[in-house]
């Protein structure tokens, strides 16, 4: 299969859970847009409404596939997969999107299956790497206020330097500190 144009294959990794369990992490491809619809179906109702703020009975395949189209640069996704059986079991998305400031927006989905078990944590680490790697600097997220998982996942990776509530939504901008950000600078070398 050919890599789209500007696909990232460095972003491909295999990361382990603190089960133990392996799971692949890589970059979205155009043609995942119909797992994004199969994902979609098995997440509660619960889920569904804390990542996309509605109550959709399907994901409309239109929107699937611009989801899973990225540039890799403005626009990025990962994903979480599995092999299961003779397919690839996919078990979460994480993306963030440009959006009208240098703040692209973050979001992430877990399939409830495999959530509270370290992935969220993983893939958002890989993305925000990445994203570095991008010169991004700063992200937005709209979060439910009662989300503590993802307020307490953005807290642990990055500094809040804004925060607004509209109703029952933070809208938080955050600066993340990631390993390569976050790494003590080089000792000077020695004359
Ligand atoms: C939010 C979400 C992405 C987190 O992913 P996850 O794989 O479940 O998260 P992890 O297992 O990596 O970590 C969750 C952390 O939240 C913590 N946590 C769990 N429940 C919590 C709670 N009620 N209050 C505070 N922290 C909580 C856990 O301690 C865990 O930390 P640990 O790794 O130190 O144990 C995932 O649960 C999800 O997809 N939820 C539905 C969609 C959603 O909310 N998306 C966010 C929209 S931007």
Redesign the pocket.
């Given at each position: 299969m050919a890599d789209p144009p500007g696909y990232p294959r460095e972003l491909e990794r295999d990361v382990v859970l603190r089960d133990g369990t392996e799971v692949q992490v890589r970059p979205i491809r155009p043609e995942d847009a119909p797992r994004l619809v199969a994902a979609y179906d098995k997440l509660s109702a619960h889920?569904a409404y804390?990542?996309f703020f509605s109550a959709m009975r399907r994901l409309p395949p239109n929107w699937a596939r611009f989801l899973a189209t990225v540039d890799y640069r403005r626009r990025l996704a990962l994903i979480a997969e599995r092999p299961s059986g003779e397919e690839m079991e996919l078990l979460?998305v994480a993306r963030y999107e440009a959006s009208h400031d240098d703040a692209p927006e973050?979001?992430?989905?877990?399939l409830d299956a495999?959530?509270?078990?370290?992935?969220?944590?993983?893939l958002f680490q890989a993305l925000l790497e990445a994203a570095e790697a991008r010169g991004i600097r700063k992200f937005r997220?709209?979060?439910?206020a009662d989300?503590?998982?993802?307020l307490?996942?953005i807290q642990r990776h990055g500094d809040v330097v804004e925060r607004r509530r509209d109703g029952a939504v933070f809208e938080l901008i955050f600066a993340p500190r990631t390993a390569i950000s976050g790494r003590p600078a080089p000792a000077p070398a020695s004359a």
């Open positions: 889920s804390q990542r979460g973050v979001a992430l989905v877990i495999w959530q509270n078990r370290g992935l969220g944590t993983a997220a709209w979060v439910l989300n503590m998982r993802m307490d996942l």
